[in-house]
């Protein structure tokens, strides 16, 4: 998207951070340590360079989207979920629709059997990271073994002239069933939480932006537990029958969250505050006809190749700076 589309508006006060689950974003090589056997060229999905080059330029072009109606400028964040490897997210970052963005990547490799991780993609312009770390999880199967899953990104940053935090998550899946697997996102959730109380501990006003794909909706026990009294969902009531950020079998769920404190609410020269949140679901990004007309225009369905860019939706927050 070239900066000429913006040149006859004037700049805006609005910026946009983003959540996007890629959606198994795995290369064509093979990782000995990963069971990343399913996206190989001699796997029965036949994934190959030709459909890894397809499916990053389809991301590229959805993340270059995100939130520029509003704001008249790509994304300045944007955490992301499903990803292999570091070499992946900055093939991402150099797409066409992304490149002139000269985006930044924070990457940790976690101990995730399958090797998808989380990461960050952010503008520098806007952005400067004073730390980073990968917090691992720790969570237990019914038989007391440990689960290995995602690691927690934790970036601190300067965005504009304000100091943030941002947590990003992938929390274990439902896969095994929607109860057996609850107390490991309860854990996940009592982690996240662990990790707000000693940076509020530090410094009581700091403002944390918590998002993911949590593989729960806003009203489970799990996102309950961490939201308590001190956070806000701004996209809790944006589930619907009729919309969420994926959908399965018929009904939609709202897995992928951007949660923050109170204090972005406040106003407050050279301070951020909040604007809106949504889901992003652009035509692009959707099935165009059939009985899955709507939804989410993923990359396979099962080993059959579709073509598209992701089971999720991504979701967005636009925060306004006060000059």
């Known amino acids: ?9 004037k700049s805006t006060d609005l910026f946009t951070i983003a959540f996007y689950n890629l959606e198994n974003l795995f290369d064509t090589k093979n990782d000995p340590h990963t069971l990343d056997d399913d996206f190989l060229p001699t796997s029965d999905k ?19 989207k995100i939130g520029v109606k509003e704001t008249r400028r790509l994304p300045v964040i944007v955490g992301v979920a499903e990803t292999e490897n570091l070499k992946v997210l900055e093939d991402l970052a150099n797409t066409k629709h992304l490149r002139h963005q000269n985006y930044s990547v924070i990457h940790y490799e ?9 990461g960050l993609l952010y503008d520098p312009k806007y ?3 004073l730390d980073s770390e990968s917090i691992p999880l720790y969570v237990t199967n019914e038989e007391g073994i440990r689960d290995y899953t ?25 896969r095994e069933g ?12 009592a982690q996240n939480r662990e990790i707000i109380d000693d940076i509020v501990a530090q410094d009581p006003d700091a403002k944390i932006i918590i998002m993911g794909d949590f593989n729960d909706d806003p009203n489970s026990k ?70 899955y007309k709507g939804l989410p225009f993923r990359t396979y369905v099962g080993d059959q190749y579709k073509g598209g860019l992701s089971d999720h939706f991504p979701v967005y927050l636009i925060l306004k700076f006060n000059n």
């Open 110 to 118: 976690s101990p995730d059997e399958r090797g998808i991780d989380v």
């Open 46 to 64: 036949q994934w190959n360079d030709e459909r890894y080059s397809k499916k990053l330029k389809k991301l590229g072009k959805a993340i270059a």
């Open 1 to 9: 998207m070239p900066k000429s589309l913006f040149s006859h508006h």
């Open 150 to 174: 995602r690691d927690i990104l934790y970036v601190k940053g300067i965005l504009n002239e304000e100091e943030l935090h941002i947590l990003v998550n992938h929390w274990p899946s439902r």
């Open 127 to 129: 952005f400067t990271v």
């Open 178 to 189: 929607v109860d057996s697997t609850e107390p490991k996102r309860i854990a996940a959730a």
């Open 222 to 291: 799990s996102i309950q537990h961490l939201v308590q009294q001190d956070l806000y969902n701004p996209l809790e009531h944006l589930l619907t029958r009729y919309e969420g950020s994926l959908s399965y079998r018929g009904r939609w769920n709202l897995f992928d969250q951007i949660i923050i404190t109170h204090n972005f609410h406040r106003y407050q020269k050279n301070l951020h505050n909040f604007n809106k949140a949504d889901i992003f679901n652009h035509p692009d990004l959707k099935i165009h006809r059939g009985r």
